[in-house]
Nanobody
Framework: VQLQASGGGLVQAGAYLKLSCVAS????????MAWFRQAPGKEREFVAS????????NYPDSVKGRFTISRVNAKNTVYLQMNSLKPEDAAVYYC?????????????WGQGTLVTVSS
C-alpha cells in the first residue's frame, strides 16, 4: 500500500493550495481517508476526514470553513483544498487511510508534503 501525497509548497498568508493523495494497493472506496499535519516541535494534528460510505466529512475548528477534503474514488485520490492559509497552517501534511469497519488509529500513511506559509 502506498499513499502518495503532493501539492505542498510555499505560499503567502491568505493564499490557497490543493493537496492530492493518490492511493495504490487499496481502494479508497472501502477506506476512511484523512489528512493530518505536523509542524516542527508539535504533535501530529488531525485536519480532515472523509467517511468511506458517503464521503461525509469532519474537521477541527482550526480549519473548519477554510479546508475541504474530497475524494474521487474513480481516481483513487483524495484531495485537501486549503483556502485562506495562515502561518499557523505551515506543517508537513500527511494523508492516511483505515479500512471500513476498523477503529482508529489510521493504519496506512503517506510520506507527507510540506506546506510553508509566509506572513
Amino acid at each position: 500500500v502506498q499513499l502518495q501525497a503532493s501539492g505542498g509548497g510555499l505560499v503567502q498568508a491568505g493564499a490557497y493550495l490543493k493537496l492530492s493523495c493518490v492511493a495504490s494497493g487499496l481502494l479508497i472506496s472501502r477506506y476512511h481517508m484523512a489528512w493530518f499535519r505536523q509542524a516542527p516541535g508539535k504533535e501530529r494534528e488531525f485536519v480532515a476526514s472523509s467517511h468511506w460510505s458517503d464521503g461525509s466529512t469532519n474537521y477541527p475548528d482550526s480549519v473548519k470553513g477554510r479546508f475541504t477534503i474530497s475524494r474521487v474514488n474513480a481516481k483513487n485520490t483524495v484531495y485537501l483544498q486549503m483556502n485562506s492559509l495562515k502561518p499557523e497552517d505551515a506543517a508537513v501534511y500527511y494523508c492516511a487511510a483505515r479500512a471500513k469497519g476498523s477503529s482508529p488509529p489510521y493504519k496506512y500513511w503517506g510520506q507527507g508534503t510540506l506546506v510553508t506559509v509566509s506572513s
